[in-house]
């Protein structure tokens, strides 16, 4: 069981006064300076209130979108000050500079219990690239360290990583502390039956998990295009469906060694391409040439569906199809709506990915019908896939 030292473990009196820089993950769509879906900046605030409330002074960082080094307006984190300053009942400065004396300046004038947010990290290039003067310059900032962005936790930047070393406290803000509590119980002793769901594009991304996931499971539903190379690992046809042929080697041994607990889809919705979906039509097993898969077919999704049952832990990730079109996405709903009523019937479900919870938002599926959210898709997979992350292993072990 992976324990480290969260916020809340941090004596009151060291905490009042203290600067302490919180590494959020506020990575939100943002069009037109609007704030489109807020999730990630809501699951943030438990953490904030409860250090305004100790009178720290929190200085909040987070990167979005991939700005590469350049000051991109369309980027700016400054409507984010806003909303925060809406959710938290108090005024969020922000700071639209990230190092140097200006933004010193702001920092030691904050009140005890006052709140600012830096400009997006990565308009600074030296943030991705984990830049040592970089990540100094942002650890002179504040005196303790929090992560609260488990989503990019597997990456070794400047704010993740790097500045973190500068500490002598760092510690998990409550976001991360509750997804290292599920993500290691469901590594080390998930309750059983364990069901896993795997979909999604490409096998590449989610090797590692799904080894461990293979080997831990009790069953392993897989859809979406990883399905496709599975298939074709078992010289079923699958036209032109996506597919990695490089990974068909590795699918074919991992259906030697799980074989009687990995189900693969047995019907399809399939077009002629994504163009020309008048065509779409629902096939059984074997998909005809120029013909794409694009969704698992009704057989598969009752199959499925019988398989996610009310007792035991599920886990999911990774569409079933190509959901993002309502032609496409009847899988990924149904798999959607039977987790919830796992969830009700009993089962603890577990979701990770930001297009499984858009799916999962999409069926009309409610946050409190799903055990636990998981913020970071690629971070809780390869969690579970037993790799370190950067930004938890550098943290302090509790005591
Ligand atoms: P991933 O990031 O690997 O979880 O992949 C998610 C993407 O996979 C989504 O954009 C889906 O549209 C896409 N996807 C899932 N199944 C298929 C499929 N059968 N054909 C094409 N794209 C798919």
């Known amino acids: 069981m992976i324990n480290k030292a969260v916020v809340s473990d941090i004596p009151d009196d060291e905490l009042k006064g203290k600067k302490v820089f919180v590494r959020v993950d506020f990575n939100v769509p943002i069009k037109d300076g609007r704030i489109s879906e ?69 920092v030691d004038n904050l009140n005890n219990g006052g709140v600012m947010l830096l400009e997006n990290l990565r308009f600074h290039i030296e943030e991705r690239n984990n830049d040592e003067e970089f990540a100094k310059e942002l650890a002179s900032l504040a005196d303790i360290y929090v992560n609260d962005a488990f989503g990019t936790s597997h990456r070794a930047h400047a704010s993740t990583y790097g500045m973190a070393l500068h500490f002598e406290k760092k510690v998990a803000g409550f976001v991360v502390n509750k997804e290292i509590m599920f993500m290691s119980s469901m590594l080390m002793n998930p309750l059983k039956p364990y069901v896993v769901i795997v979909g999604g594009a490409k096998i590449k991304d989610k090797i590692g998990a799904m080894k461990n996931l293979m080997e831990k499971a009790d069953k392993v539903l897989l859809g979406g295009g990883i399905a496709y190379t599975f298939l074709k690992a078992k010289d079923v046809p699958i036209g032109n469906s996506i597919c990695e042929d490089e990974m068909v080697p590795w699918a074919k041994e991992a259906l030697e060694k799980y074989g009687e607990k990995i189900f693969l889809p047995v019907d399809h919705v399939v077009a002629e391409s994504f163009e020309n979906r008048k065509t779409s039509i629902v096939v059984d097993n074997e998909i005809p040439d120029d013909y794409h898969g694009f969704d698992i077919g009704p057989k598969t999704m009752t199959k499925y569906s019988s398989l996610i049952k009310g007792n035991g832990t599920i886990f999911w990730n990774g569409p079933m199809g190509l959901f993002e079109d309502s032609d496409f996405s009847s899988g990924t709903t149904q798999i959607a709506r039977s987790m919830a009523l796992a969830t009700w019937r009993g089962a603890t479900t577990v979701i ?14 409610l946050d409190l019908e799903i055990t636990h959210i998981s913020t970071g898709g690629g971070a809780s997979l390869e969690f579970l896939g037993g790799s370190d992350l950067p930004g938890i292993t550098v943290l302090n072990d509790k005591n």
């Open 38 to 106: 807020d999730y990630r900046i809501r699951r943030t605030v438990p953490t904030i209130d409860y250090l305004v409330e100790k009178g720290a002074k929190v200085i909040l960082g987070s990167h979005l979108g991939r700005p590469k080094g350049r000051d991109l307006p369309g980027l700016s984190l400054r409507p984010i000050a806003f909303r925060l300053t809406e959710l938290l009942g108090r005024d969020v400065k922000f700071s639209p500079k990230i190092i140097g004396k200006d933004v010193h300046y702001e």
């Open 352 to 365: 990770g990915g930001g297009d499984t919870i858009s799916a999962m938002r999409n069926a009309e599926v």
